[in-house]
């Protein structure tokens, strides 16, 4: 569900409060609020350096405030992007959140992507003591994300390119689908990590941003995604590279540093693969259009896939 037309002003209207309160008229000379993101699981609303978030319908409030108290622990300071206040408020059944803005990785210069700063910052997160996390902090919804691609490619109906997505999945572990527990419910995971989850901050530092995936989990699922385009021939290897040795150098924990890293990501790249698989289908047919060469790639990936079986790591559960 779409944010309606009369809640997006609202939402403007809320976010340039909170940089002028009080004040009738806008002081800091930016008449009008910028929207960054529209869409069913999150609508963002800038004016000047403050951005209101409002998350997706049926968010839950006490699993987002743990997930506000990480982001705003000191133990995270460097690693996430605090929120300018612990508390979220309320706006026609959404749950409203306040932060700073921060300058996004540009997508036009693919060549200055920041694999390292992204790598090392995701090694941070994971190492983060337990005693940090409250007690109230949900799993991170990698698998549950995949699951839900999965639902929308089934609601979508038949398409000739569905049978390699879905022949995939069902090779999957139960974990990887959402069906059964986790393997690691220790480590502190992003959930959803991607170059458009990093911001500079005003000092010039790079930080991870967006928790609405945040969560107990395998830190593997947070190389996931990388590790899948390598896999399907669509992030160069030495962009790989870089990525996979600047977490190891961090001391990350979701791969070992002196042996074969893959048996750790094999089944969370393959998910992330059949997850990229089922949206593009999705995607595709609510547009009425052909899949592009990319979706392709990404389908093609999904067959070779679901021919050879998954390969675990020691102590995996299938």
Not at 59 to 74: F, I, K, S
Not at 110 to 139: D, I, K, M, Q
Not at 253 to 281: E, F
Request: charge should be negative; aromatic fraction near 6%; proline fraction near 11%.
């Amino acid at each position: 569900m779409r944010v309606t037309v009369d809640v997006l002003p609202t939402l403007a209207a809320k976010v340039r409060a909170a940089v002028h309160p009080g004040a009738s008229v806008c002081a800091c000379g930016t008449e009008a609020s910028s929207v960054l993101a529209d869409r069913p699981d999150g609508t963002v609303v800038r004016h000047a350096d403050t951005v209101a978030k409002a998350h997706a319908p049926g968010t839950d409030p006490g699993e987002l405030a743990a997930r506000m108290a990480v982001a705003a622990h000191r133990a995270l300071d460097g690693v996430l992007l605090a929120p300018l206040s612990p508390g979220a408020a309320e706006l026609h059944g959404r749950l409203v959140t306040f932060w700073p803005y921060g300058t996004p990785v540009d997508p036009e210069t693919p060549e200055a992507a920041p694999w390292e700063e992204a790598a090392t910052l995701l090694a941070r997160l994971h190492r983060t003591p337990e005693t940090v996390l409250p007690s109230g902090l949900p799993p991170m919804r990698g698998p549950a994300k995949a699951a839900r691609a999965i639902a929308r490619l089934h609601a979508a109906g038949p398409h000739p390119a569905a049978a390699p997505v879905l022949r995939a999945w069902s090779v999957l572990p139960a974990w990887a689908r959402d069906e059964a527990s986790k393997p690691d419910t220790r480590t502190l995971c992003h959930g959803d990590l991607h170059l458009g989850q990093l911001v500079h901050d005003p000092g010039g530092a790079w930080l991870l941003i967006d928790i609405d995936d945040l969560g107990r989990g395998d830190p593997a699922w947070d190389l996931a995604r990388p590790a899948a385009w390598f896999a399907c021939g669509l992030l160069p290897p030495d962009e790989w590279t870089r990525f996979l040795t600047a977490y190891q150098k961090a001391e990350g924990p979701a791969v070992p540093t002196d042996t074969d890293p893959w048996p750790a990501l094999d089944v969370p790249a393959r998910a992330l693969t059949v997850q990229t698989g089922a949206q593009a289908i999705a995607k595709a047919m609510a547009a009425d259009r052909a899949l592009d060469e990319v979706e392709v790639a990404v389908i093609d990936a999904c067959d070779r896939m679901s021919a050879h079986p998954p390969e675990f790591a020691p102590g995996f559960p299938t």
